[in-house]
């Protein structure tokens, strides 16, 4: 029989004493998908990442035509071409072709980095909220649904909206 881990453990606890816990109202559950589609800085984080993106897009259209010409004319004048041209220009299309590849994966990384750093200023902010709400409310415990952890919970408890005022009204 495998030993019950500390997170099982957890669960088992916090199982067996949500009831008295939200008896006494001294749980609250938060949507914080919700809460980051919702708040207005989401939303402003969201344009900027996009016009961020409609620009690499556009970059990265530009190189992939560049490459599509010279493909074309590669693949055109290739039957015609003395070997040593043959084999510089399929140099320099394999080159344009790992340049894009590193151009692509550069702007993915960086677009992760710019989201991370926007969705985690939004988390931080939201974590004040819910603290600052906790001790107004006598909340001993507020937890994140997140869909797959929470089996089920009393609709009454979700303060998701609430934060979500509370946020936006902060500024």
Known sequence: MRAITPAVSCLIVLALSAPALAAEGKIA????????????????????LQGVLGKKQKALNDKQEVL???KAEYESQSMLMKPDKKRAMEQQLQKG???????????QRELAQVEA???????????????????????????VNSGENMLYAQPKLDVTNEVIRKFDAAK
Do not use: H
């Open 117 to 143: 750093q926007e969705t985690g200023k939004i988390i931080q902010k939201v974590q004040g909220i819910v603290q600052v709400m906790a001790k107004e409310k006598g909340w001993a415990l507020v937890l």
């Open 97 to 107: 072709l790992m340049e894009l590849q590193t151009f692509m994966m550069e702007n």
């Open 29 to 48: 559950i938060v949507d914080l998908q919700k809460v980051l589609q919702s708040v207005e800085a989401a939303k402003k984080a969201k344009k900027k």
């Open 68 to 70: 599509k010409k010279l």
